[in-house]
Nanobody, 120 residues
Framework: QLQSVESGGGSVQAGDSLRLVCTVS????????MGWFRQVPGNAREFVAG????????YYANSVKGRFTISRDDGKNTVYLQMNNLKFEDTAIYYC?????????????WGRGTPVTVTS
């Protein structure tokens, strides 16, 4: 089963950038759509961004559109999330997973996530 390990989080100021990295083991991701999600403790996990496996189609939550960019390197079994112009409300733990395209239902196990803290 696919297993994700997320990294790249940290504590930054509003307006700064971070690049999150999701390395996947247990199988190849080249036949899967991949997604990034985030969760604030006590709240539900929410979809942030998704990327197709057939073409470079990408999908974003309205709250991050224009600021975040998802990309993938199937040769490295890795997915990235470039986050620019970070806002306080982006503070959360970020997770990635293989997903069902469109519904964003997770198809792989959740990793531990990587925390992002944005101070204003």
């Amino acid at each position: 089963q696919l297993q994700s390990v997320e990294s790249g989080g940290g504590s930054v100021q509003a307006g700064d950038s971070l690049r999150l990295v999701c390395t996947v083991s247990g199988g190849a991701i080249n036949n899967f759509a991949m997604g990034w999600f985030r969760q604030v403790p006590g709240n539900a996990r929410e979809f942030v961004a998704g990327i197709n496996w057939r073409d470079p189609s990408t999908y974003y939550a309205n709250s991050v559109k224009g600021r975040f960019t998802i990309s993938r390197d199937d040769g490295k079994n890795t997915v990235y999330l470039q986050m620019n112009n970070l806002k306080f409300e982006d503070t959360a733990i970020y997770y990635c997973a293989a997903v069902s395209l469109g519904s964003w239902y997770p198809l792989s196990s959740w990793g531990r996530g990587t925390p992002v803290t944005v101070t204003s």
